[in-house]
């Protein structure tokens, strides 16, 4: 059992949470994610680690409200246990491999969005305590769903934060201020994407304009994480790729974003019948 | 000499009745229809059954007991061999194996020796119910508080040496050796990567072959009072290594029983469509998570027609966990049904439930519709050509036979192979050109300490063979450790 040892809501519908997890804790590395499985009934749910603590023992994850299983998550309190976490699954970012001198010459930006913060949040960690340049642009749709804006302040160099209404920061999505920070004179040797499939697919379209090598973090469906059940399956340069275990991280300039969003979509019908009313399974097709 | 009792059929569920349900297909014996099975063995003087066994159980033996009505002497000399007898009582190909090697076989019908099997462990945990005919839904049963269970309360294990082993995966392979290891005084740890324990048993057989709660919870049981601790959700590669293991937390040996988890794809166009689906995503949404009971969350997709690609007990599995949520099943396999690698007992209840072979046919591509979801299936026909390395006759394409099978889900059940998280994070241990671990008759790697067996080894093969390489690695292992002291 894990421990839920801290719970805060950072906007009414996303909860970031503090685990007592320690063997996972003391593998976790950058750009690599997590299974949560809150209870016996429970969907195994794949997480990104927004945070570890080695000393403590700890991971941070934090969880949007989309539909029963992730509610499922929100609703535990600290004090309380989730039946299992799991991890760390997936490489880790690449950066973490370089050699030294490779890692000397990169200037990085990071481009969250929404959620997508979260994740960005240990990878612009790392990079600062390497001493490496890193920027990061953090964009949501309003004021309101903007997370980890402060807390990234102190681990990058600039912090560029935008908002679809202008609510706060630069009025535009992360690809039009991505556009912005470039025109003023920023240069970038690496762009790293995390957030939903769509602005993925955009932003990285964004830098093949700007000419800025991409990689992107890909929130797949899956159900084990270790390789066993291939519903993570992504189309890679033409071949087919496994998330759970040969990223979650790939080039976004040859990921196929429109399968993969179709992919991700594969239970909706499935979800939506669950989430209205308890339907039993047994002879649906019929 | 002639054997007169012929073998006692073994009732099972009507197949029209349990094509709608995830309830057991087969009831087995009960007591008295086991003393009478039980009296048919000849008592060879040299059974074969004994040597065609994996794990050499001492089958005439356990089955003179039956006969005589001492069920619990009966599972007393089973448990010396075999940790896990009410599982391979139903999912051994026996038929290959123990009652392969039957003499009644030569001229009629061998001693059911898995019913048998099945019988006495069934016996020693549900006690007079066991072949009972009694619907208990797997929601409704209550569970079995196992200090009532007779005769299995005390293990004679050696007395505690206080040698940490680590043993690699809670499947069959993992458990056996874990057992045997237990049983010498050894202190096992078993890390298993998924939230369960039992491997294959839990996340890939499903629950009308092998009950989850009624069985397989209890022979897990079994093991753990044996004074097994397994550890979920610690995934080896990962959570921690190998390395670390030894170095840092004090196991002086590794047994790797890892299994081969990784589904195969055919590597045809339209393969990632929505709604193919490999047969391990599809059985373990509903094996290991239950998607298939309304009070659990995790979604399963079969929807009106399914096609399952592939011949083997695995293709069965998933074909007939598909028509009990409602499908009307294909199987599509590009041999005949004389070469299917599925046991003759899964295609036989795979039929009698309405499942629809489609032999000599092979996939070229999957079609999908406008918004990315199968539509149908390309196939061609094949015809049997020349008989290949393994002696089956090898289907070559018939040209121009291409046609479509409407379908609205693909699953792919065309084998495994070993998962490589553990050989790439290990050094010094090797694998062959399939990713296979490499080991020698033993099960000792290429890595001094680091053991290994089952599929992780061999790639797919049976669960009792597993079990048989369990145990000769936790001798090797045994061996090993008393060299070093």
């Known amino acids: 059992m894990f421990e839920i040892l801290t719970k805060e809501m950072l906007t009414p519908i996303i909860c970031r949470m503090k685990v007592f997890a320690p063997r996972l804790a003391a593998a976790a590395q950058p750009g690599q994610f997590l299974i949560v499985r809150a209870d016996e009934k429970g969907e195994r749910i794949p997480l990104t680690i927004s945070d570890f603590n080695r000393k403590e023992g700890t991971v941070t994850i934090v969880t949007q409200k989309i539909g029963a299983s992730s509610a499922d998550i929100i609703a535990y309190e600290p004090g309380e246990c989730f039946a299992d976490v799991v991890g760390p699954l997936g490489l880790a970012s690449e950066f973490v491999e370089m050699a030294p001198e490779q890692l000397k010459q990169q200037r990085y930006i990071l481009i969250a969005g929404g959620l997508g913060t979260a994740p960005v949040y240990p990878q612009a960690k790392w990079l600062k305590e390497h001493g490496v340049p890193v920027d990061v642009i953090i964009g949501a749709k309003t004021k309101d769903l903007l997370i980890y804006t402060e807390e990234m302040r102190d681990v990058c160099d600039n912090l560029f934060i935008c908002t679809d209404d202008g609510s706060e920061g630069f009025k535009g999505m992360g690809t039009n201020m991505l556009e912005h920070v470039v025109a003023e004179g920023h240069k970038y040797t690496q762009a790293v994407i995390i ?19 991409a990689i992107v973090s890909l929130n797949t469906l899956m159900v084990d994480g270790t390789g066993m059940c291939g519903a993570c399956r992504v189309s890679v340069g033409g071949k087919t790729r496994f998330a759970c275990v040969e990223g979650p991280e790939f080039d976004g300039y040859e990921v196929d974003f429109d399968e993969a969003m179709r992919r991700q979509g594969q239970y909706k019908a499935e979800e939506a019948a669950a989430n209205e009313h308890h339907v039993c399974k047994i002879g649906r097709g019929k | 000499m002639a054997n007169r009792i012929p073998r006692v059929a073994v009732r099972e569920q009507d197949p029209k009745v349990r094509a709608t349900n995830f309830e057991e297909v087969c009831y087995g014996y009960n007591r008295d229809e086991a003393m009478l099975e039980a009296s048919r063995c000849l008592h060879c003087k040299n059974p074969r059954c004994v040597n065609a066994c994996p794990v050499n159980i001492q089958i005439p033996e356990f089955i003179a007991k039956v006969n005589e009505g001492d069920i619990e002497g ?18 051994c190909p026996q038929e290959t194996q123990c009652e392969g090697s039957c003499v009644l076989g030569v001229k009629g019908e061998p001693v059911a020796i898995g019913k048998l099997e099945r019988f006495v462990a069934d016996y020693m945990h549900l006690g007079d119910a066991a072949g009972s005919e009694a619907p208990v839904s797997a929601s409704e049963r209550p569970a079995i508080p196992l200090e009532g269970v007779q005769g299995m309360e005390k293990h004679d294990n050696a007395p505690a040496n206080g040698v940490k082993v680590a043993v690699v995966g809670s499947g ?51 093991v753990k009072r044996l004074g097994v601790k397994i550890e979920t959700d610690v995934i080896i590669g990962k959570t921690v290594t190998i390395d670390s293991l030894m170095d840092e937390e004090g196991f002086k040996a590794v047994f790797i029983g890892s299994g081969a988890g990784l589904p195969k794809f055919m590597n045809i166009p339209g393969e990632n469509l929505c709604g193919v689906f490999s047969a391990n995503e599809f059985l373990t949404r509903n094996n290991l998570m239950k998607a298939w009971r309304e009070d659990y969350l995790t979604p399963i997709h079969a929807g009106k027609k399914v096609c399952v690609v592939g011949g083997g007990n695995v293709a069965m599995d998933a074909a007939r966990t598909a028509l009990r949520l409602g499908a009307e099943v294909h199987i599509i396999y590009r041999r005949t049904e004389a070469e299917l690698p599925a046991r003759k007992e899964e295609v036989h209840h795979a039929i009698e439930e309405g499942i629809i072979f489609d032999m000599l046919t092979n996939p070229v591509e999957v079609i999908g519709d406008e918004k990315g979801w199968v539509k149908s299936l390309k196939c061609i026909r094949m015809e049997l050509g020349e008989p ?27 084998g495994t192979s070993p998962n490589p998280m553990i050989s790439r994070s290990t050094a010094g241990l090797e694998t062959n050109r399939r990713g296979c671990l490499v080991a020698d008759e033993k099960g000792a790697t290429t890595r001094p300490g680091v053991f290994a067996g089952g599929d992780a080894v061999t790639g797919a093969a049976t669960v009792i063979l597993a079990m048989g390489a369990g145990r000769t690695a936790a001798k090797a292992i045994d061996d090993y450790i008393k060299a070093q002291s």
């Open chain 1, 195 to 213: 957030g939903p499939m769509i602005m993925m697919k955009f932003t990285t379209l964004t830098c093949k304009k700007l000419g800025i090598p």
């Open chain 2, 74 to 91: 009966a599972a007393a000399i089973i448990a010396a061999d075999s940790s896990l007898p009410a599982v391979c009582g139903r999912v």
């Open chain 2, 172 to 222: 069959p392979a993992g458990l056996a050796c874990a057992s045997d290891l237990a049983k010498w005084g050894y202190d096992v740890t078993i890390f298993e990567a998924l939230h369960k324990a039992g491997g294959v048993l839990e996340y890939g057989i499903p629950e009308f072959r092998l009950p989850k709660d009624k069985v397989l919870k209890h022979e897990i049981e079994e």
């Open chain 2, 388 to 414: 290949d390395e393994s002696g089956r006759r090898s289907p070559v394409p018939v040209e121009g036979s291409e046609f479509e099978i409407e379908t609205e889900t693909v699953i792919m059940a065309l």
